[in-house]
């Protein structure tokens, strides 16, 4: 219990920070494959924490509607997507960074899921 009421504290100190910020990515490269990655972690991102329960929001419909200002706040999470946001994805961020394919939606959120089964573990 006690745990739980300390990540609740440090999730609303912290709700109206970004995970994930497509316009704050978008801006460091006009190279059109970063655009499309980006919107491809975007996409797998929204999809995979909507999926799951691990968001408040539906953050697929968030995503739908406007891929180039999506952005995942803390605050859109569940307890349980706010434990996972700081262990699990953080290492599904460096993971995929070091990838020398070319990340697509399926890839990003076969990945993301492997890493999501690891934290649940």
């Known amino acids: 219990m006690t745990r739980n009421v300390s990540n609740m504290a440090r999730q609303a100190d912290i709700a109206d920070l970004s995970l994930f910020n497509v316009p704050y990515i978008l801006a460091t490269s006009k190279r059109t ?54 262990t699990g994805f953080q290492r599904w961020l460096e993971n995929q960074d070091r990838w020398k394919t070319e990340r697509t939606v399926a890839k990003l959120e076969a990945a993301l899921r492997k890493q999501l089964d690891k934290f649940r573990k």
Do not use: H, Y
């Open 33 to 86: 494959s970063w655009r499309r990655e980006t919107f491809a972690t975007g996409q797998a991102i929204a999809n995979v924490l909507t999926d799951e329960g691990l968001t408040t929001v539906n953050l697929r419909d968030r995503f739908a509607g406007s891929p180039e200002q999506f952005d995942v706040k803390f605050g859109d999470l569940t307890t349980k997507g706010f434990d996972f946001a700081c």
